[in-house]
């Protein structure tokens, strides 16, 4: 299994470009939808992994009925970056503060750098004034135990925070999307500078790998395949050929 970051997503609509960032970067990563959390064994997810990631979402943790991180998240040791919702979640869960906006903060923001962290090593100094995409309606009133503010700006005084300790870290905006320049570099510096992910996942490798597991599983037997011409299927149809040959029809 290659070094993994494990996305859990509490229903934004851009939880895949955080994938794709990482992606992008050489990292592998999987989602795991919060519906399904309590459905599954998250400590078998976590097994392996090298750090999670909070993903955005719609709705408000100052209602009990929310969904949240898995108390495993928290207890696996492992580095932990919370984005949006996902700040808001762990700053709850973890004994922080959590108030309800009066209005939406939505669109284009400038941040200011308060503090180096591995987060921001090489793309945003310490005392910079930087652009990010917010969105966002809740906001953090006070932090958890552990964790001080790395970046703020007008309307979010905890923009960025982080608690090098335990090695966990969140932010208000949204470094997944093309408006925060710099985003794309800071997913990677949590992959790579924190977790500790090795940058050399390619889609090669995982068409290698999905070969070799479907060869594994069919052995000397034949395959019947459903083919719709549709991506799926399509994809499907190609990597058994190439795993069994004249063995599917």
């Known amino acids: 299994m290659p070094d993994t970051i494990l996305i859990i997503d ?61 108390a495993e998240v928290f207890e696996a040791g492992i580095p932990l970056l919370g984005i949006c919702y996902g700040q808001q979640t762990i700053c709850e869960q973890l004994g922080g503060k959590v108030e309800a906006g009066n209005s939406r903060e939505f669109g284009r923001a400038e941040i200011d750098i308060l503090a180096q962290s591995p ?11 930087q ?15 552990g964790f001080v503010a790395i970046a703020r700006s007008p309307r979010a005084p905890y923009a960025a925070i982080a608690d090098e300790a335990r090695g966990y870290y969140a932010v208000q905006f949204h470094p997944e999307v093309v408006h925060t320049k710099g ?35 069919v052995g000397g037997r034949g395959v019947i395949c459903g ?21 599917l029809t």
């Open 183 to 217: 985003g794309a570099e800071l997913l990677g510096n949590f992959a790579t500078y924190i977790c500790g992910c090795s940058a050399n996942w390619t889609m090669k490798v995982y068409k290698d790998q999905a070969i070799a597991a479907i060869r594994e599983q």
């Open 227 to 247: 083919l719709s011409g549709g991506v799926d299927s399509s994809v499907a149809a190609v990597l058994i050929h190439q795993a069994i040959g004249d063995q």
């Open 119 to 129: 987060l921001f090593e090489g793309i945003w100094p310490d005392g910079s004034v």
């Open 131 to 145: 652009t990010v995409w917010m969105s966002h309606g809740d906001h953090v009133a006070e932090l958890p135990e």
């Open 10 to 70: 509490f229903g934004s609509q851009v939880t895949q470009l955080i994938a794709r960032r990482l992606r992008e970067k050489l990292i592998y990563t999987e989602i795991l939808p919060s519906s399904v959390l309590d459905k599954t064994d998250i400590a078998t997810h976590l097994a392996g992994i090298k750090g999670v990631i909070l993903s955005g979402g719609p709705n408000s943790v100052t209602q009990t009925d929310t969904p949240r991180a898995p």
